[in-house]
């Protein structure tokens, strides 16, 4: 499978010294990448960047195989920023046969994928009516579906949901699925943790305009874990040992709680357990809350530098 971005010590700084600094990225076509952080963390600097809306002050990238900003690139993307605003005296209508004609559309095939497209994000009725009239969330809604018109194969979305409600939010999300599976490859910029959560094969988190982590889920909670251990015949001896193992333990009665710094760890745990001549009755390896995991590589950013 080919890789739909790739980054090479790519680089955005601004007068300010804020922006983004030697981001290394590979997202393969087909997937969906999430990018976390809070705001201010140069999230839409690394965005604009990618579609070309900034130049790189140092550092390399492609897009779908050609260099960032290449035009045969960007007409294969598709791209939501977080701040929208749109035409307020257009209809929905027109502003989507308006970014039709900016992709070159074909014009035979226009107004059946504006049809297409009203439908899929929810906005049916509302086709012929002002945007003036349209609420916020429905305004994200319809620069959702001129993300979508030109049928890219790599879409941009930049707080996709900012101005949604639950319902929207969710639906938001089903759509992000869809565009999956039809081979789309989807990059999704969010402060939401749980949209992130739900959507994406693999995840970033960026800080102070730089990459702290990077991988699956499933990678970036197996950085640390939690383990809760029920203990028959725990020592004070026995808990010395542990804390030496694990970064924190929390004792209630028999029950022990271990935040380790791998799961690889877990089996000694367990030989000091039983070396001990105590009885383990019972060992539960917690899945970490994605927050919790976000709060802790921030906060351990924010120590190191």
Known sequence: MGMAIETQGLTKRYRSGTGCFNINLRVPQGSAFGLLGANGAGKSTLVKTLVGLLKPTSG??????????????????????ENFR???????????????????????????????????????G????????????????????????????LIFLDEPTSAMDPVGRRETRELILKLKEAGKTVFLNSHLLGEVETVCDQVAVMNSGQLVAMGSLSQ??????????????????????????AIGVTQEGKRVTLHLTDRALIPQVVQLVVGSGAHLYELIPRSRDLEELFLDLIQKKEMEG
Request: charged share 20%; hydrophobic share 45%.
């Open 60 to 81: 390399t990238g492609t897009i779908l195989g050609q260099p960032l900003g290449n035009l045969s690139a960007r007409q294969k993307i598709g791209y939501l920023p």
């Open 220 to 245: 970036l909670r197996g950085l640390q874990a939690v383990v809760d251990l029920q203990v028959v015949g725990l020592t004070s001896q026995l808990l010395a040992e542990l804390a030496e193992v």
């Open 126 to 153: 509302w086709g012929d009516r002002c945007i003036a009239s349209y609420s916020k969330g429905m305004q994200q809604r319809i620069g959702l579906a001129a993300a979508l018109i030109a049928d890219p194969q």
């Open 86 to 124: 749109y035409q307020a005296w257009m209809t929905g209508r027109e502003l989507l046969r308006f970014h039709a004609k900016l992709h070159q559309v074909d014009s035979k095939v226009v107004d059946k994928r504006i049809c297409e497209l009203l439908k899929l994000v929810k906005l049916g």
